[in-house]
């Protein structure tokens, strides 16, 4: 599936096409996103260490410390998805590179890819997406149904995209670039396209993501 038809499964992509509209082949531009990037982990890991150093003051409530590492594990993934990412930049290891290696970056990947998409199945994502729908408007009690079942839908089909990258090779590389890409573009669209409600990291996956699909993406597969 190319970049510009899974755009069209969206009810409008105003986010995603001011950030193609920016030039992503300038050495410069690149440098100044991975250089915003570093800033960027580096405060959200700051920000966890103060909050751990906090809830080692307080009295420990079970739902409270659930809370916490599952947001702790969620931020983790973010960061390490956008690390890899970072990297990939420079370098892409293929399967012959990796064979035999205790880390694999294609298959740890896939496992933040999919970490990632399987977030829109859980309770409280769930729910915060569906009181953003009724936010903007869109949801009321008739037609929760409908946006339900587009939270699974979406969620089924990117999860179809991550499970049929099977191997470090560019090609499946790329399946988990548009994953991603695809995640980025559905929290653009319940964010009702409003670039400031949009989370930094979102920003920068797409931004990342649409790097990487333009180096490595087979040209008749290109957005045109």
């Known amino acids: 599936m190319t970049k510009q038809n899974y755009l069209n499964l969206y009810p409008s992509t105003g986010i995603a096409n001011q950030l193609n509209a920016e030039t992503i082949e300038d050495k410069l531009a690149v440098q100044k996103l991975i250089t915003d990037i570093s800033i960027y982990i580096g405060t959200m ?58 880390v694999n970056p294609f298959e740890q990947l896939k496992s933040f890819t999919r970490f990632r998409a399987d ?6 994502v769930l729910s915060f997406i569906l009181m953003e729908y009724m936010r903007v408007g869109v949801l009321d009690k008739t037609n929760v149904w409908y946006y339900r079942g587009l939270v699974s839908k979406n969620n089924k089909q990117i999860i179809e995209i ?63």
């Open 45 to 102: 890991e700051q920000e966890n260490e103060k909050y751990l150093q906090t809830r080692k003051s307080l009295q420990v409530i079970s739902d409270y410390t659930v809370n916490f590492f599952r947001n702790q594990k969620r931020v983790q993934n973010v960061c390490l998805i956008l690390q890899y990412l970072a990297a990939f930049l420079s370098k892409l290891p293929l399967k012959e590179e990796i064979e035999g290696q205790q």
């Open 119 to 124: 977030l829109l199945k859980t309770p409280d």
């Open 162 to 224: 991550v499970e049929n990258a099977k191997t470090a090779v560019v090609e499946d590389y790329c399946k988990l670039f548009e994953a991603l890409q695809r995640i980025c573009l559905f929290w653009f669209s319940v964010k009702n396209e409003d670039i400031k409600q949009v989370r930094k990291s979102d920003i920068y996956i797409y931004k990342l993501t649409r790097i990487l699909l333009n180096r490595y993406r087979a040209p008749d597969s290109k957005a045109t």
